[in-house]
């Protein structure tokens, strides 16, 4: 089964309050099931908001903590699968994550955020791994916002069998056009469907934009967003990326030179 519906959840956060956030995904989520969505998608810390770097050790919770257990319940009582950033505790480490809950309501692993940015440096530890989430539908992988700009990442995704990239984003004014031409970039470079959900709104005199985005297999929006809040609703097909590979002359995964990279000294 290559064909899945996704949500992208291009709305605000309201900023250190996760029980009002938590209970509008819910909301969002039933709605998203009655119209047939598969994996719905929150932006970057939905959680809580973005610019909350005074307050993360009192918003911060684990993994299996308590507004992601309320999320999990929901999602296996619907069926729909779920993903939204939050601030994770880990040990004595706090990381800017995203939670990949499938559609039976198990949390099918975390992604934490490898590239942080400005103030997140000294506040979050950047995550260390690459999973890909393998699902009954294909297999997906996320990042976030500043991720976007390094290549290596979503290449990692590519070479292990990603088809498609979710991304969580909080990207506000004035990263514009670092927005949009990355991400198609990022698309057609690797020959995958990337998904964005990019927050709208302000916090602490950020703007956040919107434009959320999926991109195709050839760099082309198939969604773009506006600047205001929406949640929009497609079903692609993952088996094209396959197909693209197959029929286009740029075969860029095909021509790598990873033995000539690795001379490079710091690569």
């Known amino acids: ?9 291009q709305i605000r956060t309201k ?4 029980k009002s956030n938590t209970h509008r995904a819910l909301t969002i989520m039933r709605d998203c099931k009655e119209k047939g969505v598969d994996y719905l998608l929150f932006p970057e810390m939905y959680l809580t908001g973005s610019y909350i770097y005074d307050q993360v050790p009192a918003l911060a919770e684990p993994k299996d903590g308590p507004h992601i257990r309320v999320i999990q319940e929901e999602a296996s009582r619907l069926g729909i699968g779920v993903i939204f950033g939050f601030p994770e505790l880990a040990g004595n480490k ?14 099918n692993g975390v992604y934490r955020k490898v ?17 890909v ?42 990263y514009q056009t670092y927005h949009e031409l990355m991400l198609r970039v ?22 956040f934009f919107g434009v959320s985005s999926i991109i195709t297999p050839n760099g082309e929006h198939l969604y773009k967003g506006g600047n205001n809040e929406e949640i929009r609703i497609e079903t692609i097909d ?11 002359l740029m075969k860029y995964l095909d021509n790598r030179q990873p033995r000539l990279y690795a001379k490079i000294d710091g690569y």
């Open 15 to 18: 900023q250190y309050d996760k």
């Open 94 to 107: 706090y990381y800017n994550s995203a939670a990949f809950i499938d559609k039976d309501g198990h949390l």
């Open 133 to 174: 989430f393998r699902t009954d539908f294909g297999n997906f992988a996320l990042k976030m916002t500043f991720d976007t700009g390094f290549p290596e990442l979503t290449r990692l995704y590519a070479l292990q069998g990603a088809q498609i990239v979710m991304g969580l984003h909080a990207h506000h004014v004035p």
């Open 115 to 131: 590239h942080l940015f400005d103030k997140e440096v000294g506040i979050y530890s950047p995550g260390e791994e690459f999973p």
């Open 1 to 9: 089964m290559s064909l899945v519906t996704i949500a992208i959840a």
């Open 186 to 207: 990022r698309a057609m470079e690797n020959q995958i469907f990337i998904a964005v959900a990019n927050k709208v709104g302000l916090e602490k005199n950020n703007l």
């Open 238 to 248: 993952l088996a094209e990326v396959n197909r693209e590979r197959e029929r286009t």
